[in-house]
């Protein structure tokens, strides 16, 4: 067996062994991404202190692009949750509008608040009004609650600084606001499609009504401990627009500016996803919370209260960084581009592929998404023209394929809906799916004129 063939083989059962710790042994990702980096070192001969060595810098490597970002995400969320200002988006969206604008108008609202926050945050913040919009439209628990969870899992399956896609803009060597510019792109008409459309045909579907006086009672928000002035829409629509709006900024001026000008530093400086959100919670920090009375033990506890939901996800993400590191140090990555060359899947193709496939065995879009891009990442050296920020979407967008049982979103959706293993794989494994098949032809359409 040639050294080539040797390498990809041990790669291939390391992560098969990384499925079956996952899936059978009910291991922690963490767990089952180090003991898979690490095993995968000692096969191929490397030794113990230089497995250990290139295990900690990839570790670091992923740690120092990705944590910075859902770090400072994570605050600009838990301040934007703990002083209203999420509630007030919502609540503006929804206002008084008939009942058949309720799926649209939810569906924009989650996607909006769903760009600085986790998944599960958003999901549980916004579950009691799902439930109390229902009951005053007298609607199914359903016609409202999939187009919100639609909204949101656009923000995060394909949009920074969520941790699937900040991982592999990390991985890719991609840039950020390019990133965000074609995953809204892609995102919106997906977003109105698995969104109100789907919800109006699969409302046939979706089964007995819940019973809405069981839904969760709203988690108190904070109150300011020095009344001021209510939150305002204006501000909280501003906190949350500021990033995306900095990074695109930046990526359109620095393809204008003459590269060392100091407009260009500038541009530079609003296209780096750190200072952009960096900016965006100093602004949460002065205009929802000091104008409203909050004082900054509140503000502190609320960043605190929202980063104790992020630990497990670094330490994912820093073990998957580890596991493409390893699969560097042992030859995959030259032993794929050998083999690129005579390959006729397309790689933003095989990207998806792979990361549907590890989405369906492990559950979880953040694992799929880290050991996806550490088997993809050499093929970018076999095609000059492929634009890393359309992998970033292709590998992000596998990962939310084909949700099921051994998801922790499948499970809290069907919880917090009071649904059947029937009717939640009928809604929202069927809405996850075509979001991901939806944005691979978007990302395969926006490839013919991207380069």
């Not at 204006?234 to 500016?257: K, R, Y």
Request: charged letters at 10%.
């Amino acid at each position: 067996m040639s050294d080539n063939a040797q390498h990809l083989v041990l790669a291939g059962a390391a992560i098969v062994v990384l499925v079956v710790l996952i899936t059978k042994f009910k291991l922690h990702p963490f767990l089952a991404l180090s003991l898979a980096a690490l095993g995968l070192g000692f096969a191929n001969g490397i030794g113990p202190e230089a497995t250990v060595e290139h295990f900690e810098a990839g570790f670091g490597d992923a740690l120092s692009d990705s944590g910075p970002v859902i770090g400072l995400g994570t605050i600009l969320g838990g301040i934007l949750l703990g002083t209203g200002g999420a509630d007030r988006i919502a609540t503006a969206f929804l206002g008084s509008r008939p009942v058949q604008w309720i799926p649209a108008s939810i569906a924009a609202a989650a996607l909006l608040i769903g760009l600085p926050h986790l998944f599960d945050v958003s999901f549980v913040m916004l579950v009691p009004l799902v439930y109390a919009v229902a009951k005053r439209t007298n609607s199914h628990l359903l016609y409202i609650g999939l187009p919100m969870a639609a909204g949101l899992y656009i923000s995060h399956g394909l949009l920074p600084p969520h941790p699937s896609p900040t991982l592999a803009v990390s991985a890719y060597d991609a840039s950020t606001g390019l990133t965000l510019f074609y995953g809204l792109l892609i995102g919106l008409p997906i977003g109105v499609v698995t969104g109100p459309l789907l919800t109006r045909v699969a409302s046939r579907w979706f089964g007995p009504a819940p019973d809405l006086d069981k839904g969760p009672v709203r988690e108190t928000r904070a109150e300011p401990e020095n009344p001021r002035k209510p939150v305002s829409l204006t501000l909280a629509l501003l906190t949350v627009l500021l990033p995306p709006a900095l990074m695109l900024l930046g990526t359109l001026g620095t393809a204008q500016a003459s590269e060392g000008s100091w407009l260009y530093t500038a541009f530079e400086a609003c296209d780096d996803p750190v200072l952009s959100l960096l900016a965006a919670v100093v602004f949460s920090f002065f205009a929802l919370g000091l104008r409203s009375g909050f004082p900054g033990g509140q503000l502190q506890g609320m960043a605190a209260k929202g980063l104790g939901t992020v630990g497990a996800i670094i330490l994912i993400l820093g073990a998957g960084g580890a596991l493409k590191e390893m699969l560097s140090a042992t030859g995959v990555d030259q032993a794929i581009s050998d083999y690129a060359v005579s390959w006729s899947v397309p790689p933003l193709l095989l990207a998806w592929a792979l990361a549907a496939l590890l989405r369906i065995c492990l559950g979880s879009a953040t694992v799929a998404t880290a050991a996806a891009s550490g088997i993809v990442a050499p093929l970018m050296g076999a095609y000059p023209g492929l634009s890393p920020e359309l992998l970033v979407l292709a590998t992000a967008s596998g990962a939310v394929m084909l949700s099921h049982v051994n998801d922790s979103g499948f499970w809290l959706f069907k919880e917090y809906f009071q649904l059947s293993v029937g009717q939640t794989l009928r809604t929202w494994t069927l809405m996850l799916s075509i979001q991901s098949l939806l944005s691979l032809g978007g990302i395969l359409l926006l490839s013919t004129v991207v380069g």
